[in-house]
């Protein structure tokens, strides 16, 4: 059974920080190095990758393909330039899933 690690995956200047906190970090300077990152994270035993906003808004199909498997769990987080507000909506939207009622 292999161990599980956690990523950090983004902006070079978003994600350079998370190192501190011991997890393994991905700076992106494309688009696409993300998206190419993000499946190579997935492939290789990752169970989170917090993933900045920033690319999230436009690796839709991606974090789709990803949204129901077991692993990675993909975190969306704020990059340098602050929140999108997408990250929060994807919670609100996974807990009216589970409770069936919008409580946020």
Not at 22 to 37: K, M, S
Not at 43 to 70: F, N, P, W
């Amino acid at each position: 059974m292999s161990e599980y690690r956690i990523a950090a995956l983004g902006d070079r200047d978003s994600v350079l920080g998370f190192r501190a906190l011991g997890l393994h970090v991905f700076p992106a300077d494309t688009l696409e190095e993300a998206r190419l990152t993000l499946h190579r994270l997935a492939r290789e035993d990752y169970a989170i990758v917090y993933l900045t906003e920033g690319y999230a808004k436009d690796l839709g199909a991606e974090l789709e393909k990803y949204k129901d498997a077991l692993t990675p769990a993909i975190i969306l987080i704020p990059g340098k330039e602050g929140s999108l507000g997408i990250g929060m909506s994807q919670v609100k939207t996974a807990v009216e899933r589970a409770v069936g009622a919008d409580i946020l």
